[in-house]
């Protein structure tokens, strides 16, 4: 992405002096491209209208720009594991943003030119703040279904003393309801597993013979049933302690362990229908997910390949869809409301009638300094105490920095792409 400069200059009856007296110095050295920004014969106004209405865009310039930005990262999180597609989906009016710009035609269908300019910069704020407005409701939403399922996923990949248990115990694997026995899950370390089968029957009185077996088993240890007498309960989980056998505080409810299991697939599918996900699945990205969970993304993969493939393998799920076609609307608004700023400021500077020519330049990374000094010289005439004031930064001339707005003899206004890279 690039930066550009939006300038004006007074023009002739034509318009072209300016042009061509910007576009012959600058071409000929190769110190920027360079392309008319075209303005329509916009409603000028009182002047006390323009000063206030100059204060107003400065602020909305501001704000568009942050939302922009906001969009754009959001895109890129949101995208996640395809970043590098991010700027093929950062388009306006379905071009890329450097062809809008360069191209740019001002929207009369969004914003008569017919009616007063505080009206057309209300239309934008309006605009943009609402698209500020829902960009928050939606992102919130996404980031707690998205936080929600980590959470749950988490549960699936620790080790069997802290992971969950939904998709690994069996209703067969428990004596249940009984009133007197209870069945306990033990986690046994691998160089352990004989000290327990030798051990577990004598660890404390009332532990029914023969009734461990091996459930489930990780890289650290294995997951074993044992059942014996509600009343030794307490007396054998402190011996296994002392033996460093950990009794996991686990009691099997079916009804339980079915929401648990429920819950992480409504989110997980909350999630893929805000943003049908290209990244690695749990079933090749985390070798301990769980069975079940691997099942329902090979699922969903195999259902949603078709679009994908539409798409040249690019998600494009709801959320998506809305910040792409927002991140338009939202950058199509700002470039209007530089176009605003522009013609304001040149009607300040210039005076009435209503007569100058806005050019966009795209300065060459290496001559950027070269370009403004040649532009100073070229544009000299409009301001000659601005001019010698930027020629020799030692002088000081009151008046001359009104406010964080850079000033040079010709309107000026930067548009920094790269911001959204």
Avoid at 14 to 26: K, L
Avoid at 198 to 207: C, G, I, Q
């Amino acid at each position: 992405m690039s930066e550009f400069w939006l300038i004006s200059a007074p023009g002739d009856k034509s318009n072209m002096q300016a042009w061509e007296r910007m576009n012959a110095v600058t071409s000929k050295s190769n110190l920027s491209s360079n392309s008319k920004f075209h303005i329509p014969d916009l409603k000028v106004g009182t002047l006390d209208a323009l000063v206030g209405l100059s204060d107003e865009l400065g602020k909305l310039d501001s704000f568009a720009e942050s939302i922009i930005k906001k969009i754009a990262q959001y895109i890129g999180e949101v995208m996640e594991d395809s970043k590098d597609k991010v700027q093929e989906n950062l388009l306006a009016n379905g071009v890329d943003l450097i062809s809008y710009l360069t191209r740019f035609e001002w929207d009369m269908a969004k914003y008569p030119i017919k009616q007063p300019l505080k009206n057309i910069s209300e239309a934008l704020t309006k605009q943009v703040t609402q698209i500020e407005t829902d960009l928050k409701t939606r992102s919130a939403a996404y980031n707690n279904i998205k936080g929600n399922l980590q959470n749950l996923e988490k549960k699936t990949m620790g080790n069997l003393l802290t992971r969950t248990l939904a998709d690994i115990v069996h209703k067969e694997d428990f004596v249940l309801n009984s009133e007197y026995l209870i069945t306990l899950l033990v986690v046994v370390p691998k160089s352990s597993y004989v000290q327990w089968q030798k051990t577990y029957e004598s660890l404390s009185d009332m532990v029914v013979p023969r009734s461990t077996k091996m459930i489930a088993e990780d890289a650290e240890g294995g997951l074993f049933t044992v059942t014996l007498f509600r009343k030794v309960m307490d007396d054998f989980k402190a011996k296994a302690r002392e033996n460093r056998f950990m009794v996991r505080e686990f009691y099997f409810d079916e009804k339980e362990l079915k929401c648990e299991k429920e819950e992480l697939m409504k989110l997980a599918s909350d999630k893929k229908q805000q943003y049908p996900l290209l990244l690695a699945c749990p079933s090749t990205s985390h070798s301990k997910m769980t069975l079940w969970f691997q099942d329902s993304c090979e699922l969903h993969l195999a259902q949603t390949t078709e679009a994908q493939n539409r798409e040249h393998n690019l998600p494009n799920g709801p959320l998506l869809r809305w910040l792409k076609v927002n991140f338009s609307e939202a950058f199509v608004a700002w470039i209007h409301v530089k176009a605003l700023r522009v013609f304001v400021e040149s009607v300040l500077r210039y005076g009435l009638p209503v007569n100058f020519q806005a050019m966009l330049l795209q300065p060459n990374k290496k001559s950027v300094k070269r370009l403004r000094d040649v532009l100073n010289v070229v544009f000299k005439h409009l301001d000659e105490v601005a001019a010698a004031s930027i020629m020799d930064p030692g002088m000081d001339i009151p008046g001359l920095q009104l406010s964080n707005q850079e000033y040079y003899p010709y309107v000026y206004f930067k548009i920094d792409l790269s911001l959204l890279d």
